[in-house]
C-alpha cells in the first residue's frame, strides 16, 4: 500500500508563483525523497531529507519534515513553465522499500 | 555512456506469454528495483536487490521473477503474462538517492 500521500492531487500555477504540494505519509520513516517525473520520462531525484532534519534547501527548492505530524512539504519558489510535471514522495522505512505517492500534478503556466 | 537503460521501450503482448523486460546500469550500484506505475497508484514495488544473486519481494510481487546474476543487470519476467499486468515498468538502481531508467510501456492484450 502507499505510503506517501501527496495534495493537492493538481496545482495550476502561473509562472512566476510559489508551488507548495505536500505529503503525509503513516509510519516511521529514516528518510523522505521527493521526486519529478515529466511526461514520459522515469523519475528524476530532487531532494532527500533524513528523519532527524526539518528542512532542507536546493536551489529553488526547500522541503521541510514534521516528523510529529508524518509531513512533508516541498516548495517551488519562481516557478517556471519547465517545472511542469508530477512530483512524488517517497518514504524509506530503512529496509529499502521505498514506498511512493500518487504524485501531484503541477502546471506552470507562461 | 554511464546511465540505467532499459528494454524494449515498447512492448505488447498477448495473455498468457512470457515477457522479460531487461534493466542494465553501469554505475555498479549495488541496489537495483524494479517498480509498476499505475494511474491512481503511483510507483509501486515488484522487486528489488541489495546485490548480485541476492533479491527480495516488494509490495506487488506476484507473477513476476527476477534475477541477478550480474551487478549491472537485473532483467524481469512476466512468467505468464496477464491483462492486470499492463502497466509501465520502471528499473531503478541506487541506494538512498534511486536512478530511474526512461521505462517499458507494457500492454497485455
Known amino acids: 500500500s502507499q505510503q506517501g500521500e501527496e495534495d493537492p492531487q493538481a496545482l495550476s500555477i502561473q509562472e512566476g508563483e510559489n508551488a507548495t504540494m505536500n505529503c503525509s505519509y503513516k509510519?516511521?520513516?529514516?528518510?523522505l525523497q521527493w521526486y519529478r517525473q515529466n511526461s514520459g520520462r522515469g523519475l528524476v531525484h530532487l531532494i532527500l531529507?533524513?528523519?532527524?532534519?526539518r528542512e532542507k534547501h536546493s536551489g529553488r527548492l526547500r522541503v521541510t519534515l514534521d516528523t510529529s505530524k508524518k509531513s512533508s512539504s516541498l516548495l517551488i519558489t519562481a516557478s517556471r513553465a519547465a517545472d511542469t510535471a508530477s512530483y512524488f514522495c517517497?518514504?524509506?522505512?530503512?529496509?529499502?522499500?521505498?514506498?511512493f505517492g500518487a504524485g501531484t500534478r503541477l502546471t506552470v503556466k507562461p | 555512456d554511464a546511465g540505467i537503460t532499459q528494454s524494449p521501450r515498447y512492448k505488447i503482448t498477448e495473455t498468457g506469454r512470457q515477457v522479460t523486460l531487461m534493466c542494465h546500469q553501469t554505475?555498479?550500484?549495488?541496489?537495483m528495483f524494479w517498480y509498476r506505475q499505475d494511474l491512481g497508484h503511483g510507483l509501486r514495488l515488484i522487486y528489488y536487490?541489495?546485490?548480485?544473486?541476492?533479491?527480495d519481494k516488494g509490495e506487488v510481487p506476484d507473477g513476476y521473477v527476477v534475477s541477478r546474476s550480474k551487478t549491472e543487470n537485473f532483467p524481469l519476467t512476466l512468467e505468464s503474462a496477464t491483462r492486470s499486468q499492463t502497466s509501465v515498468y520502471f528499473c531503478?538502481?541506487?541506494?538512498?538517492?534511486?536512478?530511474f531508467g526512461p521505462g517499458t510501456r507494457l500492454t497485455v492484450t
Open positions: 554505475w555498479s550500484h549495488s541496489y
Open positions: 517517497a518514504t524509506d522505512e530503512g529496509d529499502n522499500d521505498m514506498r
Open positions: 509510519t516511521s520513516i529514516n528518510n
Open positions: 536487490s541489495a546485490a548480485a544473486d541476492i533479491t
Open positions: 531529507i533524513r528523519s532527524n532534519e
Open positions: 531503478a538502481s541506487g541506494s538512498y538517492e534511486q536512478y
